[in-house]
DNA sequence: TTGAAAGCGCTAACAT
DNA sequence: ATGTTAGCGCTTTCAA
């Protein structure tokens, strides 16, 4: 076995040209079974690995899709890069991932980046980025998909929801259980511009109901943890001890706020309710489990997919697609 | 602005050759300063992306590395790979991200395929492969580091811990805290290697201590959900109602079997001790606060990066390093 | 400090 | 069903 044998050396061993080789390996249909046999066995024998770097070149295509997100670490994200991979992978396309850490100067950077490697196709998340991301993005001249977010003016395309009008089914829904006095905990800063918009949206549908808008509690840089949501609920009970309802920017800092809760020996919903968003699992396991909203994250994904295996195919692809977030109340804000 | 300017258009509009636009990009010393000026400011009026899927054929490196986790949405495994980014980012290297789904054939074929992308250096979780994705790996001829695990015959470097020994401690801990009759809740399948691990060393610590063995519940295919492991706790307590301590194969299931004693009103660890393994977030803020053992993931990452960059660079670099994982002990089994 | 020639390992296009 | 020729957009190498 010759270490780094090439395609012609494949050739020259099962007696072909390369071009049959490189057809016997993309399975064309126009090589003899006989033949692929006799070059798939050589090639095995050789040890020879396909070398898509060349291909890359000669064919201008990569099958690189790539594929931004704030944060490795978050199940809502993970879960719309879950359900894209199979549908990408089934049409030959690769994921290249890279995380902006919720910042949309890293997002820049890496658009920068991911481009010199000749993605066909660029998914981001959210709709917001500096001028010059979208700058490059246009000029690219590939299909760019923005997820989690409905902008007004998308680069290109957008699946996803609005994050700020989806706060209106929440305060909705609390308002409809008797609650007044609603706090929201969410980022210091617009770094998490999802979390911004939920927090822009809590404030319109609370003004919308005529309420009280001054219980905003900060609860540090996004992302916010679930330590960080105990924290922050720990300051709101102090502050605004009247408080009868909290809306937290996620599940995660929701639990933070219900385990604070535990510990002060108050009672979810009872002394006071409790209300995440993101669906993740801890929600529906939690004591008591958490009313939040699901936004589809696996559904988004898949959209996404397959609009860019779509538009890859030349066919044609709508411009926004709406994902419906769906509430589920539960436990932590529904007196029995 | 034209569309898809080359480097040959840069060159043509800056009135040098295109290897003087070459190393003005790689920021060669030997371009004259106002030379490199003028051909950055006519690349960027050109809208001049630079291509590296021909710099990756002509100079046979492709500053990928390839990282295959078991799955993207699992804070340990995001906190290797974070920790990764950095410092290959530092020096040029992009990650090149797979995920296994926790099967080893799977992770046979992601192997195959991101070797035909060129890596410079693959990384891999679990010590534990087919024969075939050994082979592929070792006839690639560039560092290979397997995470997560200590193997005896490791592919060619390992930066890890023995996930087997490990529950050593854990056992020595519930027996110093007076529990005798332990449980395991862990996967019903080998398919989590590294549960797998867990269980055998469970079995074996037990074994050691001379205490009874027979209190093992398959929680489902891994990983196991928190809901699983609500599930199995459910089914241990029904089973063998006398058990006085679980150890869970995560602290996702251990969370879950918290909340399960939450709901039949059983006190942990008044009741019941509870122990998990990973030191995610949640094992840190839940009530009571979980006993875990942390791996250090970040540190695993971390040691990983600088191996590759080492065995890039041409320096050596050890062959097995030991990341000692920690127990902390918490609520959930230390009796006040 | 800059340029010219050659070529990385494949595949498109055309030929047979 | 298979082969030949040319070339993808850069960088290596050698030269000046």
Redesign the interface.
């Known amino acids: 076995?010759q270490?780094?044998a090439r395609m012609k050396d494949v050739a020259q061993a099962a007696g072909v040209s390369v071009m049959t080789v490189s057809r016997a390996f993309k399975k064309d249909a126009s090589v003899k079974p006989a033949t692929r046999a006799a070059i798939i066995k050589v090639a095995d024998e050789l040890?020879y690995?396909?070398?898509?770097?060349?291909a890359?070149?000669r064919s201008q295509k990569?099958d690189f899709v790539a594929v931004l997100i704030p944060?490795?670490?978050n199940?809502n994200f993970?879960?719309t890069?879950?359900a894209m991979?199979p549908v990408l992978s089934e049409h030959g396309l690769?994921?290249?991932?890279g995380?902006t850490n919720y910042d949309i100067h890293e997002e820049e950077y890496l658009v920068e980046?991911l481009?010199?490697?000749?993605p066909e196709a660029i998914v981001l998340t959210g709709g917001r980025h500096t001028d010059r991301t979208r700058r490059?993005l246009t000029?690219?001249?590939i299909p760019v998909v923005e997820t989690w977010d409905l902008p007004e003016d998308p680069v290109d395309r957008v699946v996803g929801f609005s994050n700020a009008e989806t706060m209106g089914t929440m305060v909705d829904h609390l308002v409809a259980q008797g609650h007044q006095r609603i706090a929201f905990i969410g980022g210091d800063t617009d770094g998490d511009t999802r979390g911004a918009d939920r927090r822009r949206g809590f404030l319109a549908a609370m003004a919308a109901h005529g309420l009280e808008t001054s219980r905003l509690i900060g609860a540090g840089t996004p992302p916010i943890?679930?330590?960080e949501g105990?924290e922050a609920m720990g300051r709101l009970l102090e502050e605004h001890p009247d408080t009868d309802a909290v809306v937290c920017v996620s599940d995660?800092s929701a639990?933070?706020a219900l385990?604070e809760c535990?510990?002060r020996g108050l009672s979810v919903p009872g002394d006071i309710a409790v209300a995440g968003f993101g669906a993740y699992?801890?929600a529906?396991?939690?004591?008591p489990r958490l009313t939040t909203i699901d936004p589809h994250p696996a559904r988004i994904g898949q959209e996404a997919a397959r609009m860019i295996v779509a538009l890859l195919a030349g066919a044609g692809a709508e411009r926004r697609v709406a994902v419906e977030p769906a509430l589920t109340a539960a436990e932590s804000t529904v007196r029995v």
């Open positions: 076995m270490r780094n040890g690995v396909y070398d898509s770097t060349a890359n070149l990569t944060s490795l670490n199940a993970a879960d890069v879950g991979t690769q994921i290249l991932l995380y980046q481009l010199k490697r000749r490059l000029a690219a001249g943890s679930m330590r105990a995660l639990f933070g385990t535990a510990r699992e801890i529906d396991i939690c004591v």
